[in-house]
């Protein structure tokens, strides 16, 4: 390895290490060090730019200025003098060391973006830009983006909400023509631009797009694409021709690894769905208007998935559907998605739904025992009808070694009527990789007793969570049950720590015996007196100084602790 290359590694280490604010300060530092430094720091310190203000800082101070002592990059303001062909080349020579740029909202006054327009050579500003996120929300501005798409563009993201117009409109029609080489390309779901499924259609080697609402021209032409990875989009708000169903039947899709689908009915996904054959690693689903009952829609899309997609390939699906509909009683049964079982690879399962799930423990356990690989299982998101006893929920652990989060409502009646047993629960049996835990609207009477329970079988427990603020706060009975759960996180992590403490004693004690041994196999030294010298055997006695500390200082706020007779109430 040559000196230079080792120098890359070193530099591009800092780089990527530190930062934003840390790794800015030592490159600089190590541009001013030495000549031979110089260049590949300022490549480094220029590569990644969060907004231009530091370009427009390195001009003379004349053409700029703060406004109210802020930082510059959040107040720049209008320029008030000509830049001069000296000013443009102060501005190049760092600019074109910029490769990756994101704008942010309302950075410039007017004027910084009239001067910026008129460079007094051939655009774009920054020749070797390869990514760009677009966070300005102006219209007008937008109509700026064109002073950055380079023939090297690869990544493209407008990513907040502007109003299109005709100017807006034929910007967009202009980028695919300014920048053929995009891969990555996402723009604001909520951008409603009829231009944007024709500029999709210019671009050749897309293999992520994320978008809003897209024609069914612009879904057929991304289903042909070979490069096609990542996709997420909205559904047109009328159904899909016939022939255009026809046509997605054959080879579409053929490299796509995640999809994301928006669409505002059951009706038009499960249509979407009906001819294709994909080989996913993720699929999600998102209804935004569900009108009819989801009871009589959502289990027929479901059951259409093994037909869809390959059985080894998915391994992350989410549900996630907003249900308008006026049946109050409209509920879904858990055995409704058993046709899941085929996926046998699946890591990570959601539901999000606003109809009640009907959970049932034996219709639970049947899905889990085929998933052995699960990583993630959260159906917290929905109100639950029944809930499922804690036998229920330790198999549930038992046949998903790999699960890391849980969301389920648990009945824990059978936990909280008995004491903390003097043995540990279930011969022993211990999660090792549970570590974040959301019971839904779990009812309990004893925070004491569940922690305890939760922390002898997920001994790793980070977090534990109950009664959604967003989602129960106007139930009656959220103050109450809430509070109790705050109580059991705040325990189960008390737990833990104690049990880290019993296990350190129970090592040391070992080490502590193997010493004696070797202590008692071996003659006494002498000191210089002639006594053996034993050591201090019992510590520090009546005399040590260590605090007894009373019970409530190991409590999160004075009160906490509550006897059965008031946890019960």
């Not at 299982?377 to 804690?390: A, E, G, Y």
Request: hydrophobic share 40%; with cysteine.
């Amino acid at each position: 390895m040559i000196i230079a290359d080792l120098q890359w590694k070193i530099f591009q280490l800092i780089h990527d290490a530190f930062t934003e604010h840390w790794r800015n300060k030592t490159l600089l530092a190590l541009a001013l060090t030495c000549k031979s430094f110089t260049g590949l720091a300022l490549d480094l310190l220029w590569e990644d730019l969060s907004g231009l203000a530091p370009l427009i800082r390195c001009l003379p101070v004349n053409l700029w200025k703060n406004v109210n002592g802020h930082l510059v990059s959040q107040t720049l303001t209008h320029t008030r003098e000509t830049m001069t062909i000296d000013d443009w080349s102060i501005f190049c020579k760092y600019s074109y060391r910029v490769r990756s740029l994101k704008t942010a909202a309302n950075t410039f006054g007017t004027g910084i973006w009239r001067t910026l327009n008129c460079p007094p050579f051939p655009l774009p500003l920054l020749p070797n830009l390869v990514s760009l996120v677009w966070g300005e929300t102006a219209s007008e501005t937008f109509l700026s983006i064109r002073l950055f798409v380079t023939p090297k563009l690869t990544t493209l993201d407008i990513a907040h909400k502007i109003i299109f117009g005709l100017s807006e409109q034929s910007i967009l029609l202009c980028i695919p023509m300014l920048c053929p080489s995009v891969s990555n390309f996402s723009i604001h779901r909520e951008i409603e631009a009829g231009d944007i499924s024709t500029s999709l259609q210019y671009w050749s080697h897309l293999s992520s797009v994320s978008t809003g609402e897209i024609s069914e021209v612009a879904i057929q032409y991304l289903s042909n694409l070979a490069s096609l990875r990542f996709l997420k989009f909205r559904l047109p708000s009328t159904p899909l021709f016939v022939g255009t169903q026809r046509r997605l039947q054959r080879h579409a899709f053929c490299a796509l690894q995640e999809l994301t689908v928006e669409s505002e009915t059951l009706q038009d996904l499960d249509a979407f769905f009906q001819t294709l054959s994909i080989s996913p690693e993720v699929l999600s689903f998102t209804i935004t208007d569900e009108t009819t009952s989801t009871t009589l829609v959502l289990p027929s899309l479901i059951s259409r998935l093994p037909n869809v997609c390959a059985h080894s390939s998915l391994q992350q699906v989410q549900f996630s559907v907003a249900d308008w509909s006026t049946d109050i009683n409209n509920t879904i049964e858990i055995a409704s998605f058993q046709p899941l079982s085929v996926f046998r690879n699946l890591r990570k399962l959601g539901f999000e739904i606003d109809p009640y799930l009907q959970l049932d423990d034996a219709a639970l356990l049947q899905m889990v025992k085929a998933w052995p690989l699960l990583e993630e299982l959260h159906f917290n998101k929905s109100r639950m009808r029944h809930h499922v006893t804690s036998n229920t929920f330790v198999s549930l652990l038992q046949h998903c070694p790999y699960l890391v989060s849980v969301g389920i409502a648990v009945d824990w009646s059978a936990i909280d009527k008995d004491n903390i047993p003097a043995d540990v629960p279930y011969h022993g049996f211990a999660h090792k990789a549970l570590s974040h835990a959301f019971f839904s609207t779990s009812k309990i009477h004893h925070p004491t007793r569940i922690a305890a329970f939760i922390s002898a079988i997920a001994p790793n427990m980070k977090s534990v969570e109950a009664w959604d603020i967003d989602m129960y706060a106007e139930d009656p009975d959220f103050d109450k049950y809430f509070s109790r759960w705050h109580l059991v996180q705040f325990l189960v992590k008390f737990f833990s720590v104690v049990r880290e403490q019993g296990r350190r004693m129970v090592l040391n004690a070992g080490e502590g015996a193997d010493e004696d041994r070797c202590r008692a196999a071996q003659p006494a030294q002498e000191t210089e007196n002639g006594d053996a010298d034993v050591g201090d055997v019992g510590g520090g006695g009546e005399g040590s100084e260590e605090d007894n500390g009373s019970e409530d200082e190991y409590l999160p706020y004075s009160g906490q602790g509550l006897s059965d007779s008031e946890e019960e109430g």
